[in-house]
């Protein structure tokens, strides 16, 4: 089992940016790919983004295209996103997951089912 921290969330003004982090432990950490989703209030989670660890290949929802980044720590047990250009719809807990598998497929790294590890959440609140 892969136990997920996520750090970094706060309240940021509208336009500005946040890193948010997301550590990884566990008797064997070999995940294939790491991800991140958003649950905003009143709705489903939400893919976010997704880094696909063999080849570091990366996958964003379309609402976050362009303005968030995935990437891999230089541990290797650490995967953050970076977040620029923030609005208010980016409100939500941020939860970052883990799959052992890895997909050539986009469609299954948008499946909450494809990720066998989750964190607890980290709240990201932007204010107008």
């Known amino acids: 089992q892969v136990q997920l921290v996520e750090s970094g969330g706060e309240l940021v003004q509208a336009g500005g940016s946040l890193r948010l982090s997301c550590a990884a432990s566990?008797?064997?950490?070999?995940?294939?790919?790491m991800g991140w989703f958003r649950r905003a209030p009143g709705k489903e989670r939400e893919f976010v983004a997704a880094?696909?660890?063999?080849?570091?290949?990366?996958y964003y929802g379309d609402s976050v295209k362009g303005r968030f980044t995935i990437a891999e720590g230089s541990a290797k047990n650490t995967v953050y996103l970076q977040m620029n250009s923030l609005k208010p719809e980016d409100t939500a807990v941020y939860y970052c997951?883990?799959?052992?598998?890895?997909?050539?497929?986009?469609?299954?790294?948008?499946?909450?089912?494809?990720?066998?590890?989750w964190g607890q959440g980290t709240q990201v609140t932007v204010s107008s």
């Open positions: 566990g008797r064997t950490f070999s995940a294939g790919t």
């Open positions: 880094f696909r660890r063999i080849g570091g290949y990366t």
């Open positions: 997951a883990a799959s052992r598998l890895e997909s050539p497929y986009y469609s299954d790294y948008g499946r909450e089912t494809f990720y066998d590890s």
